[in-house]
């Protein structure tokens, strides 16, 4: 099946009216039908139930492969636009990785700089997987931000920031004592409460209250719970700490993790990746 094909069958899913769609697709209803049941013949099943003068009744095959078609014709364009953009001056940008650091430090920085990229535009796409690799640039990313150095030969991967962990408190609570609060983290697994304290500075592990994956959650529910507490990067705590809603205490250079900006080494976008590589330079400050 060609996209042609995929459209099709997404606009008689839509509206089976042959004398419409044939209408609209600027060809006769004979030629039409005829279009269809070619493209049954090489999938291998019917997708339409014939009605005579009521036209097509979709199966639900035929609106199936409608939702896969959506997709597909959407991937195209996507990939076409890109094609089509110029070598000399990309209009486009796509920017795939953790979605906390994207959310709190690409979004607001981007905000600041877009001014001087007026003629750009940012695509930001959050990894589905754990933790971006390299890999995912080959999927059509202009960058990535990665969570581990990697190194191939096309590939320029240096370091763009450092995350600086800390133990994160309710405004009011002071007491010195870390085994009496309400400890939240994001993994019954494995998470920074046990990295930082419990393996690196002996404290007991703590009974937790909440379990949440989001990051910027657990910063939310310390700074409206009394007692709570969490250990999390500055940059998932650094609007709340703005506004006095709570104490951020840093671990020292020992409790950081670094990402890093990987981009190929035939790219275009030179000025745009020079300004994202001083990105650290701010939104680490503490």
């Known amino acids: ?3 042609q094909s995929f459209r099709l069958i997404q606009m008689l899913v839509a509206d089976s009216n042959l004398s419409r769609a044939a209408e609209r697709l600027k060809m006769t209803q004979s030629a039409l039908s005829k279009r269809v049941a070619v493209i049954e013949a090489e999938l291998g099943f019917l997708l339409f139930e014939r009605r005579g003068p009521r036209g097509l009744k979709p199966l639900a095959q ?3 492969l409608a939702h896969l ?3 597909v014709a959407t991937a ?3 990939g076409v636009r890109r094609i089509k953009r110029s070598a000399a001056e990309p209009e486009h940008f796509v920017l795939v990785g953790p979605e906390l650091f994207l959310r709190e430090v690409v979004l607001p920085w981007w905000a600041k700089v877009e001014k001087d ?5 940012l695509e930001v796409q959050v990894s589905s997987l754990d933790r971006v690799s390299v890999e995912t640039l080959e999927t059509g990313a202009d960058a990535a931000i990665l969570q581990n150095r990697e190194e191939l030969p096309d590939h320029v991967c240096k370091p763009i920031y450092d995350e600086q962990w800390g133990i994160v408190r309710h405004i009011d609570l002071h007491d010195p004592d870390l085994n009496h ?3 939240a983290t994001h993994s019954t697994r494995r998470n920074a409460v046990d990295t930082w304290l419990v393996q690196r500075q002996r404290m007991a592990p703590p009974q937790y209250r909440l379990y949440w994956q ?4 657990i910063a939310v529910w310390v700074s409206e719970t009394p007692g709570a507490a969490s250990v999390l990067p500055w940059h998932a705590v650094a609007w709340l700490h703005k506004r006095n809603r709570i104490s951020f205490e840093p671990l020292g250079s020992e409790a950081s993790t670094h990402l890093y900006l990987a981009y190929p080494k035939s790219t275009h976008h030179r000025k745009l990746l020079k300004a994202l590589s001083g990105i650290g330079t701010e939104f680490s400050k503490i």
Do not use: Q
């Open 62 to 64: 035929a609106i199936e």
């Open 76 to 78: 195209w364009d996507t």
């Open 69 to 71: 078609s959506e997709r």
């Open 1 to 3: 099946m060609d996209i």
């Open 181 to 183: 609060y309400l400890w």
């Open 117 to 121: 990229f007026s003629a750009l535009s």
């Open 214 to 217: 989001d990051l910027t959650a």
